[in-house]
């Protein structure tokens, strides 16, 4: 940040511009539509929610296939008790297995089951086309931003 903006800044607290909360607002609206229209198309084609994909994906992707529900928990953007309904939902439809180790505290892991990591398969593609479309998604957001 510039020397006359952090001057300007602390002179207000920490309060933003008009362009600084302008910004923020482009980046929310974005964020909501990206994520309504991610979390419907999954739905639809799969029924699955954004929240469960996230999921899913942290798993599939963990060196071993088993996440600690701790580790789950830092990576998702989730509440840990949203995050225990979630995976107790993805439990009973039979896509991950939970292990609870007896321990203090309790160790508790989640891993995909096997149809779980069929699901996987099937969704992957989505991850891909995120990745690929990442520039077109940015440039989406830069107008979005400047509106």
Do not use: C
């Not at 701790?70 to 840990?80: D, F, G, K, M, Y």
């Not at 979630?86 to 292990?99: F, K, Q, S, Y």
């Amino acid at each position: 940040m510039s020397a006359t903006k952090t001057a300007s800044r602390s002179k207000r607290g920490d309060e933003l511009s008009p362009a600084e909360l302008g910004a923020w607002r482009g980046f929310l609206r974005v964020h909501s539509a990206l994520s309504r229209e991610l979390d419907s198309e999954l739905v639809a084609e799969h029924g699955l929610s954004l929240s469960s994909y996230e999921v899913l994906l942290f798993l599939a992707e963990s060196p071993d296939g088993r996440m600690r529900m701790a580790e789950l928990a830092e990576s998702v953007l989730l509440s840990r008790s949203g995050l225990t309904r979630l995976a107790d939902r993805l439990e009973r439809d039979g896509l991950v297995t939970r292990t609870v180790t007896a321990s203090v505290p309790p160790r508790v892991d989640y891993e995909l089951t096997s149809l779980g990591q069929d699901l996987w398969t099937v969704i992957q593609p989505l991850k891909n086309w995120a990745e690929q479309n990442m520039a077109t998604i940015q440039s989406y957001r830069e107008r979005q931003f400047s509106a």
